[in-house]
């Protein structure tokens, strides 16, 4: 046999196992897809062939080709994409109904949160401003004792003032 012939037949081979391979492949990721165990994708995936094809780690073309027959080249994987599809749509498990509580709770506890955060910063703006306040209230008090201590002193001056003029008012008489 030829080096050219024994290519070809090696490649013949390995394209006549290809579709098992591929079909194994698929077959795989849908059972982990069913089961929420995803590899590739995560678990929070969409049910979509672009996921499926993720997933199994094939071409999107591999799952959407077509013969020229028209029909699907992997029609029971198509087949049963669909009835997983399907049921997923049709069963909203309480499970779904759970989580969809769970995410509500968490948006409700996130709006909390930020209410409190919020709450925390006018908090801390008024106590700031009552501090203020309380310092300045302070400064007033002293001034005022300034005010009171330079009036007695004023008063004081004025007092003995006035009693050097009746002095001196009497020596002049």
Not at 16 to 43: N, Y
Not at 115 to 144: D, F, H, P, S, T
Request: one cysteine or more.
């Amino acid at each position: 046999m030829k080096p050219s012939a024994k290519k070809l037949a090696g490649l013949r081979r390995y394209h006549a196992e290809r579709p098992v391979k591929t079909r194994l492949k698929l077959l795989e990721a849908l059972d982990r897809m069913e089961s929420g165990h995803t590899v590739v994708v995560g678990p929070e995936f969409e049910w979509s062939k672009t996921t499926l094809a993720r997933e199994a780690g094939v071409n999107i073309n591999t799952v959407v080709r077509k013969l020229a027959s028209g029909e699907w080249a992997f029609p029971e994987i198509n087949d049963r994409f669909e009835q997983l599809k399907n049921k997923r749509r049709q069963v909203p498990s309480a499970c779904d109904a759970n989580e969809e509580k769970i995410a509500e709770l968490r948006n409700e506890v996130e709006g909390l949160r930020e209410q409190n955060r919020l709450l925390a910063l006018e908090i801390n703006r008024r106590g700031q401003q009552i501090l203020e306040e309380k310092e300045r209230a302070e400064r007033m008090a002293v001034y005022e004792q300034q005010n009171a201590s330079l009036r007695d002193e004023i008063s004081r001056i004025q007092a003995s003032e006035a009693s050097l003029v009746k002095k001196e008012a009497r020596h002049d008489h």
